[in-house]
T-cell receptor, first 111, second 112 residues
Framework: SQQGEEDPQALSIQEGENATMNCSYK?????LQWYRQNSGRGLVHLIL?????REKHSGRLRVTLDTSKKSSSLLITASRAADTASYFC???????????FGRGTSLIVHP | KAGVTQTPRYLIKTRGQQVTLSCSPI?????VSWYQQTPGQGLQFLFE???????NKGNFPGRFSGRQFSNSRSEMNVSTLELGDSALYLC???????????FGPGTRLLVL
């Protein structure tokens, strides 16, 4: 069963706009990761944020974590057509480091 | 450094057959994990190997098995294929267990 659930399921925006995706989870986590997947191919690791961190940046990506609300958000600024992909959050909780993936948000960026 | 490679990339089998998928991790990575991705169930963890030993196993029937060789390369085997086994099978490697995983392009299996 999924631990993390992304919202929205699909997002369509114009190039240059910002894209925000959210991930909610059910139980306390050790860390949360965001991955990108292009059209049925392998996943690319974007960012890992630990439970004691609140925000991390990587280039045009900004991830926040609110453990009190059991949620995380991924912000992609100044989106590009190449950002078109599915984005997944994955959580590791309890004594396990095995990530449990959500269903993903499908992002389409129109040129 | 070369990424994770998986072979074959595409495979068509019929029900009842068996299949073996191969994964070569990034050089120096000793942990290999396998995932199944389907539209209905999403990404689900199959198993993880480290130093030729299975360290973790997901909730899949015994028809799904795997192994890891001394060079860290891994194979997974599915016996008595069912239609529901049609999926994208992803392999991921990490330097050590619990570290960030790097995924291969996947093997797309179609069972007819």
């Amino acid at each position: 069963s999924q631990q993390g659930e992304e919202d929205p399921q699909a997002l369509s925006i114009q190039e240059g706009e910002n894209a925000t995706m959210n991930c909610s989870y059910k139980t306390s986590i050790n860390n949360l990761q965001w991955y990108r997947q292009n059209s049925g191919r392998g996943l690319v690791h974007l960012i890992l944020i630990r439970s004691n961190e609140r925000e991390k940046h990587s280039g045009r990506l900004r991830v926040t974590l609110d453990t009190s609300k059991k949620s995380s958000s991924l912000l992609i600024t100044a989106s590009r057509a190449a950002d078109t992909a599915s984005y997944f959050c994955a959580t590791a909780s309890g004594g396990s480091y095995i990530p449990t993936f959500g269903r993903g948000t499908s992002l389409i960026v129109h040129p | 450094k070369a990424g994770v490679t998986q072979t074959p990339r595409y495979l068509i089998k019929t029900r009842g057959q068996q299949v073996t998928l191969s994964c070569s991790p990034i050089s120096g990575h000793r942990s290999v994990s396998w995932y199944q991705q389907t539209p209905g169930q999403g990404l689900q963890f199959l198993f993880e190997y480290f130093s030729e030993t299975q360290r973790n196993k997901g909730n899949f029937p015994g028809r799904f098995s795997g192994r890891q060789f001394s060079n860290s390369r891994s194979e997974m085997n599915v016996s008595t294929l069912e239609l529901g086994d049609s999926a994208l099978y992803l392999c991921a490697s990490s330097r050590l267990t619990g570290e960030t995983q790097y995924f291969g392009p996947g093997t797309r299996l179609l069972v007819l």
